[in-house]
């Protein structure tokens, strides 16, 4: 057979994640870089699973949606600091909220193709670290200096200098095409679907709830490690109701009638970082490390959330799921009633909803609520932009494992951009 000819694909397996407590922005890790959080979570993962001696990983790749220049090699980095064997290779890869997903998926290529037995994949942010980029219009004066070929030249250029040139640069959560923010697009979206208030309040309540109860069974035991003084979500709140969620003041919105997005059913900015461990079979099986489950399936999708349908509500900023998942579905020959379990990253309750009618409007069976984010999700845990994939596939494999049976379950992430990232996970 030649070399070039495609070889079989081998199935990868889940084995066990690993990630820091999630906590609000300015809180208890304010002053906790990328590469500290990430390593806490990589040296726990380490340790749980017994991965200290040369050779046992065959790969890191993690990413960080807001990096300082000093995150250029974050991945590698973290390997360095961490109890991982400094020989393993590892690489850095970012699709805003959708990178620690394909962290996974790009670490699960290489194990399907029997380029690597066993890689770790995730992700890290903080969005109270987050870099000041120099003023624009300093930075250009200080190049214009730098190309200078005279001291008189760069002293002129220097001269250019005002008080106002010194104001930093600060990170916007807005989009460079549009200049509106992530809660302003799911506001519009929100209009277009006519997602009630109520309804939104109901699922972030139950977010809370479900969060709250995997904590109280020890769902999370072999998932989160203790940080910087938390041991649990900071967002959690176990007492969240309806009731209490309709009394918060709409925040985003406000320019239409009748807004109805809140603080209360939209994710606040969030610290974290968050591992997963995989595998092919043979690995496991040789270390005697029995599989979550196995990732089956993956697909992205983007739209055009700028020129698109947008007033329509299809082609919102946050809808590349709507698309994502139906084909993905079709390509494995599976319905929405094939799955045991549905994971919806919860950016805004509004988005949710939205996803959910926009899959029954392309033919998808309606989702039994009872299956969707069984153990609580963004709006309840927070979310650090590059950890979540990690950490919805860490959880979700758990959850199936928990059933101590077949089950299958289905991930569906939104990303900045106007893209999404999806999977499926089964347990057999």
């Known amino acids: 057979m030649s070399p070039l000819a495609a070889q079989p694909t081998r199935r990868v397996a889940v084995i066990g994640g690993a990630r820091v407590p999630f906590a609000r922005s300015d809180g208890p890790y304010a002053t906790a870089s ?23 990983v065959g790969e890191f790749v993690a990413g960080a949606v807001l990096k300082h220049s000093r995150d250029f090699n974050l991945a590698r980095e973290t390997v360095l600091g961490s109890a991982l064997d400094p020989r393993t290779p590892a690489y850095d890869i970012q699709q805003a909220c959708g990178t620690g997903l394909q962290a996974v998926i790009a670490a699960a290529n290489k194990i399907a193709l029997g380029q690597t037995e066993s890689a770790v994949a995730g992700g890290a942010d903080t969005a ?74 109901e699922l972030a309540a139950t977010s809370h709830r479900r969060l709250a109860a995997a904590y109280e069974r020890g769902l999370f035991r072999d998932l989160v490690v203790p940080f910087r003084g938390l041991a649990r979500d900071q967002n959690l709140r176990p007492g969240s ?3 209490k969620l309709a009394a918060l003041t709409p925040v985003f919105g406000l320019s239409g009638a009748e807004p109805t997005m809140t603080a209360g059913n939209s994710t606040p900015l969030t610290d974290g970082a968050a591992t997963v461990l995989l595998a092919s079979e043979e690995w496991a099986e040789a270390r005697g490390l029995e599989p979550l489950a ?91 932009f590059a950890a979540t994939g990690a950490r919805v596939v860490a959880t979700l494999a758990t959850l199936l494992a928990e059933r101590e049976g077949p089950g299958r379950g289905l991930i569906s992430v939104c990303a900045a951009g106007g893209q999404g990232v999806t999977a499926i996970l089964e347990r057999t």
Do not use: C
Request: charged share 25%.
């Open 34 to 56: 990328n590469q500290e959080m990430l390593t806490a979570a990589l040296d726990d993962l380490v340790a749980r699973h017994g991965l200290q001696e040369p050779g046992a």
């Open 128 to 201: 109270s670290d987050a870099p000041l980029g120099v003023n624009d219009r300093l930075r250009r004066i200080l190049l214009e200096g730098r190309r200078a070929k005279s001291l008189g030249g760069r002293a002129k250029a220097l001269a250019k200098i005002r008080p106002g040139h010194l104001v930093p640069d600060i990170p916007r959560n807005a989009e460079p095409r549009t200049g509106l923010s992530m809660g302003e697009h799911a506001a519009v979206t929100a209009r277009a679907w006519g997602i009630a208030r109520k309804d939104q309040d």
């Open 241 to 243: 109701t309806v009731e």
């Open 294 to 384: 196995y990732l089956t399936a993956y697909e992205t999708a983007a739209v055009d959330f700028v020129d698109g349908d947008v007033a329509g509500g299809e082609d919102g900023l946050l809808m590349a799921p709507a698309y994502a998942v139906p084909r993905m579905l079709e390509r494995a020959g599976l319905g929405i009633e094939d799955f045991d379990l549905v994971e919806i990253h919860e950016a805004f309750a509004s988005q949710v909803l939205a996803t959910l009618a926009a899959w029954e409007k392309r033919g998808l069976a309606p989702v039994d609520r009872a299956r969707l984010n069984a153990a609580g999700s963004s709006l309840a845990t927070g979310h650090p």
